[in-house]
């Protein structure tokens, strides 16, 4: 069974970048969506990207032009690059992984167990 961890995570201040790793203990190749989702303190989760074997995107809205998700199924691993940082991206953020054929509301047959991302005003 495939395992997921997530590094990256850190305290940003308001406008900054990290740039957040998630990987594998095996092959992801038959994953075809991964994606990143984030949890703040008394909020629900929240899909934030994903990204399908072929390249294929999807970003929530809140993150539009700031955010990027990229694979490297050679390398086991799925990043998510995150500019222009606001206050309200603090969350918990979770990679997860299903072997669901298209994007959007997926069940995730993997979870990393989070890393926190904490950005100050």
């Known amino acids: 069974q495939v395992q997921l961890v997530e590094s990256g995570g850190g305290l940003v201040q308001t406008g900054g970048s990290l740039r957040l790793s998630c990987t594998a203990s095996g092959s992801i190749s038959n994953i075809n969506v991964m994606g990143w989702y984030r949890q703040a303190p008394g909020n629900m989760r929240e899909l934030v990207a994903q990204i399908t074997n072929g390249g294929s995107t999807n970003y929530a809205d809140s993150v539009k032009g700031r955010f990027t998700i990229s694979r490297e199924n050679a390398k086991n691993a799925v990043y998510l690059q995150m500019n222009s940082l606001k206050p309200e991206d603090t969350a918990v953020y979770y990679c997860?992984?299903?072997?669901?054929?298209?994007?959007?509301?997926?069940?995730?047959?993997?979870w990393g167990q989070g890393t926190q991302v904490t950005v100050s005003s």
């Open positions: 997860a992984g299903s072997t669901a054929p298209v994007m959007g509301v997926v069940p995730d047959d993997y």
